[in-house]
């Protein structure tokens, strides 16, 4: 066991940085700028909700379902790397049952958006707190919903076009 110690060659140079790979997904389709952290802002401001008519519609309107489709969109990519082929289909879930009895009852549907936009800037490493992810879906439920949503939805084209990603 000793001689095989011996025999093998001793590394004299640190190994050489490699490209960034593109493991699970498109994370930064617009290139943004990461900072000291390793973390960027959001593609798209928080209110900038009206940029994506469907999707802030269906948010002010039944954020209920938004949540749900986020959520599902969030998970299917997380376990399987590669976008949910129903992610256009408006399905209520658990979740959405769950949102809509805590909105109905106390007007705190938001709490539950909470976790998923954690999970949503955690997977593509965007800058933020605890606070933010709080403080985001307490002050306009719908802008978050949609900010969330336009978030995956450049993964999920890129996986469609990959030559349409900036470089």
Same mark, same amino acid.
């Given at each position: 066991?000793?001689?095989?110690?011996?025999? %093998?060659?001793?590394?004299?140079?640190?190994? %050489?940085?490699?490209?960034?790979?593109?493991?699970?997904?498109?994370?930064?389709?617009?290139?943004?700028?990461?900072?000291?952290?390793?973390?960027? !802002? =959001?593609?798209? @401001?928080?209110? @900038?909700?009206? &940029?994506?008519?469907?999707? $802030?519609?269906?948010? +002010? =309107? +039944?954020?209920c379902?938004?949540?749900?489709?986020?959520?599902? /969109?969030? !998970?299917?990519?997380?376990?399987? @790397?590669?976008? !949910?082929p129903?992610?256009?289909?408006?399905?209520?879930? #658990?979740?959405?049952?769950?949102?809509?009895?805590?909105?109905?009852?106390?007007?705190?549907?938001w709490?539950? %958006?909470?976790?998923?936009?954690?999970?949503? /800037?955690?997977?593509?490493?965007?800058?933020? &707190?605890?606070? &933010?992810? +709080?403080?985001?879906?307490?002050? $306009? %439920?719908? +802008?978050?919903?949609?900010?969330?949503?336009?978030?995956?939805?450049? #993964?999920? #084209?890129?996986?469609?076009?990959?030559?349409?990603?900036?470089?």
């Amino acid at each position: 066991m000793a001689s095989e110690k011996a025999q %093998q060659p001793i590394q004299t140079q640190q190994p %050489q940085a490699t490209p960034q790979m593109n493991i699970g997904g498109y994370r930064n389709v617009k290139n943004l700028p990461v900072n000291a952290n390793g973390k960027r !802002d =959001w593609s798209f @401001g928080l209110f @900038g909700c009206m &940029s994506d008519i469907n999707t $802030c519609c269906l948010a +002010c =309107w +039944c954020p209920c379902l938004a949540h749900a489709k986020n959520r599902r /969109r969030l !998970d299917h990519l997380n376990r399987h @790397g590669v976008p !949910d082929p129903n992610r256009r289909e408006i399905v209520g879930s #658990e979740d959405s049952v769950v949102y809509l009895l805590l909105e109905v009852a106390c007007d705190m549907g938001w709490i539950m %958006q909470i976790a998923t936009r954690r999970n949503i /800037r955690e997977r593509y490493n965007i800058e933020g &707190s605890g606070m &933010s992810d +709080c403080m985001a879906p307490f002050c $306009c %439920q719908a +802008c978050d919903l949609v900010q969330g949503s336009r978030e995956l939805q450049l #993964e999920e #084209e890129a996986f469609e076009s990959p030559a349409a990603i900036v470089t």
